[in-house]
C-alpha cells in the first residue's frame, strides 16, 4: 500500500512539473490604464510579463511547473539601469543602495545617488563588464539593444535584462505607470499600483479644475534653420492641453516636429507663453538673435529649474514620474491667477 502511494505521489509530482506555466490560468491580471506595452498576469507562485515581443517570468521562488521563458528575480539587490527614468522609484521604496551600475552616472540629480560608487557602465551593454557587475537585473531600453536576436543572446549567457519602454509611450501617465513594472523586480509592484492611483487621482483633479479660457502655448526653438517643437500628439502636449493650453504648430504627430523658420515667424496668431524646452538659463539668446524677435516680449519659461553639478536636468528624471506635479507647474503658468503652485518645481521664467 505505502508502494502505491509512493508511486502516485511520485506520479502527482512529475505531472504538476510537466504542467507548463504559461497553460495554467491566472489568479488575476494587471492591465495598465494608460501605459500600452506591458502586461502583468499574476499567478500563485510567479508573475507573467507581457511587453511587446518579450514575455518572461517573475518569481522569488522555485517553479513548481515548465517553462522556456526567462526566469527573472523578484528579490533584486544589485540592480544596472541605463535611463535616470529608472531612478525614481528606487526614492520611492528606499532601495537606492540596490543601484551598482548606470549608463551615464553624471546624468543622474539625485545627490544620494550620486555620492554612492556606482559604476559608468558602457552604451553598448558589453556582456563581460555586466557579468562582471554580477547584477540581479540590467534594465536596459530599446536604444542599447540592436535586436531581439541580441537580447536573447545576453540572456543566454545568465545576463538578466529586460528592456523598460517607458520612453515610448504617448501619454504622461502612461510613462509614470511603468513604475509598476519596475517595482515587479522588488516585490513592490501592489505597493506600485496603490502609488500609480493617488499620481492618477492627483492629475485628474486638476486637470478637471482647468478654466475654459486657454492661452496659446509656443514651444521648442530655432533648430538647423526650423522650428523645432513637440508633436501634437506628444507627452508634453497632452500636459499642455490638460493644463490649460492650446499648443501653437499643433501638427497631430507624437515625434519632434520641425516647421519652416518662415512659416512660423509669419504667423498671424501671437502665442502668450512659450516653453522653451532647451538648456537656456535666460533670455540672453532670445536677445541676441534677432529671429526671435518677434517672440521675445511674451513670458518665457523653461523646464531647467533643478540642475545637478554637472548641468544635467531633474526634469528627466524625477519630472516624468511626476506627471500630476509637472501638470501643476504648467497650469500655474498658465492661469497664475489661481494661485495654484506659486513654487514652481521644474519650471523657471527666463528674465
Known amino acids: 500500500m505505502k508502494s502505491i502511494l509512493l508511486i502516485l ?5 512529475m505531472t504538476a512539473m510537466a504542467l507548463d506555466c504559461e497553460s495554467q490560468k491566472p489568479m488575476s491580471e494587471y492591465k495598465p490604464r494608460y501605459a500600452k506595452l506591458f502586461f502583468i498576469k499574476y499567478y500563485k507562485d510567479f508573475k507573467i510579463v507581457d511587453s511587446v515581443n518579450d514575455h518572461f517570468i517573475v518569481t522569488d521562488k522555485k517553479l513548481s511547473c515548465t ?3 526567462p526566469v527573472m528575480s523578484s528579490k533584486v539587490e544589485r540592480f544596472v539601469a541605463t535611463s535616470t527614468t529608472h531612478i525614481p522609484f528606487l526614492k520611492v521604496f528606499s532601495l537606492e543602495k540596490t543601484l551598482i551600475g548606470f549608463q551615464g552616472v553624471n546624468y543622474i540629480f539625485d545627490p544620494t545617488l550620486r555620492a554612492q560608487n556606482i559604476r559608468n557602465i558602457n552604451y553598448q551593454m558589453n556582456p563581460e563588464e555586466l557579468i562582471s557587475l554580477k547584477a540581479d537585473l540590467v534594465m536596459a531600453y530599446a536604444a ?5 536576436k541580441r537580447l536573447n543572446d545576453l540572456r543566454q549567457l545568465q545576463i538578466p535584462i529586460v ?11 502612461a510613462r509614470a505607470e511603468w513604475i509598476v513594472f519596475s517595482a515587479l523586480f522588488f516585490s513592490k509592484d501592489l505597493e506600485a499600483q496603490k502609488i500609480f492611483k493617488d499620481i492618477e487621482v492627483n ?10 479660457t486657454k492661452p496659446v502655448i509656443l514651444v521648442g526653438d530655432i533648430q538647423n534653420g526650423k522650428w523645432a517643437t513637440c508633436g501634437g500628439l506628444s507627452d508634453l502636449a497632452i500636459l499642455i492641453n490638460d493644463a490649460g493650453g492650446t499648443l501653437l504648430l499643433d501638427r497631430k504627430n507624437p515625434e519632434t516636429q520641425y516647421f519652416p523658420l518662415e512659416n512660423v515667424l509669419s504667423m498671424k496668431e501671437v502665442p502668450q507663453i512659450w516653453l522653451s524646452q532647451n538648456t537656456w538659463e535666460n533670455k540672453t539668446k532670445i536677445t541676441a538673435d534677432p529671429r526671435y524677435n518677434r517672440f521675445s516680449k511674451i513670458s518665457v519659461y523653461n523646464n531647467n529649474k533643478l540642475l545637478n553639478a554637472a548641468g544635467f536636468n531633474d526634469y528627466w528624471e524625477t519630472g516624468l514620474s511626476r506627471p500630476d506635479l509637472l501638470l501643476k507647474d504648467l497650469y500655474s503658468i498658465f492661469h ?5 503652485n506659486p513654487k514652481l518645481v521644474w519650471y523657471k521664467e527666463l528674465k
Open 67 to 69: 517553462t522556456k521563458l
Open 9 to 13: 505521489g511520485l506520479f502527482t509530482t
Open 144 to 148: 542599447n539593444i540592436s535586436s531581439e
Open 203 to 212: 492629475y485628474l483633479k486638476i486637470k478637471n479644475e482647468i478654466k475654459k
Open 163 to 173: 528592456l523598460n519602454r517607458d520612453f515610448q509611450e504617448q501619454h504622461p501617465l
Open 336 to 340: 497664475p491667477e489661481k494661485n495654484l
